[in-house]
């Protein structure tokens, strides 16, 4: 985590380690008129938690890296087809072509939304928000 008090310099973008630095250390230029423009606080996404909420329920890891509609659409489809993959089985119909790419889908779409929301995180991270 970011100290509250990092200064990034507006002219270079360089970060300067000495909250009470008056200059940048790379081009010289003056940082304590920025200051208060330099207070944002990034909020950095952790994709170990992203994949982790996915997984306990799936959509909310994409919901937590700020993808609302993404994350609710899962929360969506994923039961869908979580009824559709254990119905179809218990119903005898695994057998069917519908029944048998529910079951198959199921996993795959449980883990590929934990992945999703992963590297959605990383991605959102290096973007910066
Ligand atoms: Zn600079």
Not at 53 to 68: E, F, Q
């Amino acid at each position: 985590m970011d100290a509250p008090l990092a200064q990034f310099c507006s002219n270079c973008g360089v970060r300067v380690q000495n909250p009470a630095a008056k200059h940048c250390t790379k081009c010289g230029q003056a940082l304590t008129a920025q200051r208060s423009q330099v207070m944002v606080v990034r909020t950095e996404k952790n994709p170990a938690l992203a994949a982790f909420l996915s997984m306990i329920w799936v959509g909310l890891g994409h919901i937590y890296n700020g993808r609302l509609l993404t994350g609710l659409a899962f929360m969506v489809v994923y039961p869908v087809v979580t009824v559709v993959a254990w119905f179809g089985l218990f119903a005898g119909l695994a057998g069917s072509v519908g029944g048998l790419v529910a079951f198959l889908v199921w996993p795959l779409l449980w883990v590929w939304a934990a992945a999703s929301a992963y590297k959605g995180a990383k991605r959102r991270n290096a973007e910066g928000g």
